[in-house]
């Protein structure tokens, strides 16, 4: 694939993005099965879709296009939690998704027929609508992706107080692994949207009919219900100002959960707005902190699984630098730094006529067993932070430290945050990979932006500081703590200051974009040997008009 000079896509999440995350099945005669839920029949859900309202308002804004078909349609789960465990062993290896089935005394696996899903995004193809006119004439169809960790919220008073497992399905093209689950007596929010192909439906009266397609409705043993729901679709103002753009980016936060990583575009082209950007942040993060972890009975970590139930260690610093000796015990747990293979990638001109720009998303992230924990303390006027990681033990109690080089404000537009340096480093390679031809970053502000692999041991499903108001602090901040949780990476997107090779006078031809996780070694982890991605590309064109091929990485075709 090609991409030109200029590119501004925005990557979004295609599963429904929604700005409340409340329940919205309200009365005991609306909700199925209310009431005392039955004995579990050996891990089995028993699923059930349901429209939460008979009639919805979707805002058509000008600019957009269309409208996005948030129905509130919901897949009901009762009897037992509706649970998958989604992995890949390798980039040359297909996706494999498990149905866990849990009793409460055993845990049996069901394979998914191969195939089926293709990457960690949701079960695709899972719900059928149908638009109809006032005349009754179809005008719009579609098939959706169905991610049961979406907006979900709780049928009855005794089901449990909250949810577990994580509250998104990855869209991060390198994904290794995700675990998808609906609590019992919850319901998942099936509604789609595609924040880039919005449905083309005038203001008017419009009747959507919706039904799980048969495939999984005989896989899951789903009663064959068609909710019907009425729709107004209604004009209203200008979507293409910041304050739309705002909005919408709070409901790609809410839904797509991790993968916006640091620096989205909004729809203000001049200003590289974003839902984790630290010149227009979010606010803060609600703690998605897991209550009443002992009421459930199959919470912890055990060979071959992880079930999201750990603490992460707290996010507020230390309340003064470590004294004492520097160190750790041999054993302790230590944190696991891998990078990803870049992608988005394109040519820019970096708002410099006649220059050409290699931009890039990058990610590092973090396969345990144990979190990376970085704090930095400042001395009265000084510029930087000395930085230390920190170590804990199994019981999450600190045991050590070591020093570990700095962290520096960066007062770039886009960024406005202490950025921990030597966490990872940029390279672009020659085509024999020996010559080293464009350098890039090596600072980074730490956020858990992305679910990498939510499977592996300890591996925190609900990470705190997903977003950078969360985290990375102030200019006038004497102490800042940074985390990369266990399971998580930390993404730049190619739309972040220092994203970019400058390639403007380089020839054309094959070289590769290297990221390397941890580049001087300064942090200790279980293994440095895994530190290092590659990414192929090609240049071509011509000076100030230059175009990429960026080919497949394996099995996985993401530019």
């Known amino acids: 694939m090609t991409t030109q000079k200029h590119r501004s896509r925005l990557t979004r999440s295609t599963l429904a993005g929604l700005a409340a995350l409340t329940v919205v099945v309200t009365g005991a005669g609306a909700a199925p099965g209310a009431g005392a839920a039955p004995a579990s029949t050996a891990g089995k859900p028993k699923l059930k879709l349901i429209a939460a309202s008979n009639s919805v308002t979707l805002d058509r804004w000008k600019g957009e296009g269309g409208v996005f078909l948030d129905l509130g349609t919901y897949v009901t789960v009762d009897d037992a939690p509706l649970e998958f465990k989604v992995t890949r062993k390798s980039y040359k290896d297909p996706v494999v998704a498990q149905q866990i089935l849990r009793d409460g005394r055993s845990t049996k696996t069901k394979k998914l027929p191969a195939g089926l899903v293709k990457d960690f995004s949701g079960l695709p193809g899972f ?35 909250t949810s ?12 290794l692994g995700s675990v998808w689950g609906v609590e019992k007596g919850w319901a998942s929010n099936s509604s789609m949207i595609d924040y880039d192909k919005p449905v083309d439906l005038p203001a008017g009266e419009y009747t959507a009919r919706v039904s799980v397609a048969e495939k999984y409705r005989d896989l ?5 219900d068609r909710p019907t729901v009425k729709v107004t679709v209604r004009d209203v103002g200008d979507g293409s100002g910041q304050g739309a753009a705002s909005s919408r980016s709070s409901s790609a936060h ?3 959960g991790h993968g916006a990583g640091h620096g989205a575009p909004s729809a203000d082209a001049a200003h590289h707005y974003g839902p984790r950007g630290a010149d227009a942040p979010t606010p803060p993060a609600l703690s998605h902190a897991l209550e009443d972890r002992g009421r459930a009975h199959h919470l912890g970590d055990g060979p071959g699984h992880t079930d999201g139930s750990r603490i992460a260690p707290a996010l507020k610093p230390a309340a003064k630098r470590p ?3 520097a160190g750790a015990p041999a054993n302790v747990p230590k944190p696991d730094l891998r990078s990803l293979p870049a992608w988005d990638i394109a040519i820019t001109d970096g708002d410099v006529p006649g220059k050409d720009y290699l931009a890039f998303s990058a990610n590092v992230w973090n396969a345990g067993p144990a979190p990376l924990v970085v704090d930095g303390f400042r001395a009265p006027g000084k510029d930087l932070m000395d930085a230390y990681q920190y170590f804990y033990d ?75 108001s969360t985290a990375c602090g102030q200019q006038n901040s004497i102490s800042v703590r940074e985390v990369l949780d266990v399971g998580s990476g930390d993404t730049y997107t190619q739309y972040r200051p220092g994203q970019s090779f400058d390639v403007t006078d380089l020839p054309n031809g094959t070289y590769y974009i290297q990221v390397i996780a941890n580049p001087e070694n300064r942090l200790q982890e279980t293994d440095h040997k895994n530190n290092v991605a590659l990414r192929k590309v090609v240049l071509a064109g011509e000076p100030g008009a230059r175009t990429v091929t960026v080919p497949p990485h394996e099995l996985i075709d993401a530019p």
């Open 127 to 161: 719900l059928d609508v149908t638009v109809e006119n006032a005349a009754g004439e179809e005008v719009a169809s579609s098939a959706g992706t169905f991610c049961p960790n979406n907006a979900s919220g709780r049928l009855r008073p005794d089901a449990p107080a």
């Open 164 to 175: 577990h497992y994580p509250e998104s399905c990855p869209t991060n093209p390198f994904t």
């Open 220 to 224: 899951f043993d789903i009663p064959d």
């Open 254 to 256: 809410h839904g797509a």
């Open 323 to 325: 004294t004492g000796r």
């Open 394 to 468: 199994a019981d999450g109690k600190q045991v050590g430290y070591t020093p570990t080089g700095t962290m520096e404000w960066d007062p770039r537009e886009g960024h406005e945050h202490w950025h921990f340096t030597d966490f990872a480093s940029y390279r672009l390679l020659s085509e024999d990979q020996t010559k080293e031809v464009r350098s890039g970053k090596e600072a980074f502000c730490l956020a858990n932006t992305d679910a990498v692999d939510y499977t592996v041991k300890n591996a925190n499903w609900h990470p705190e500081n997903t977003d950078l």
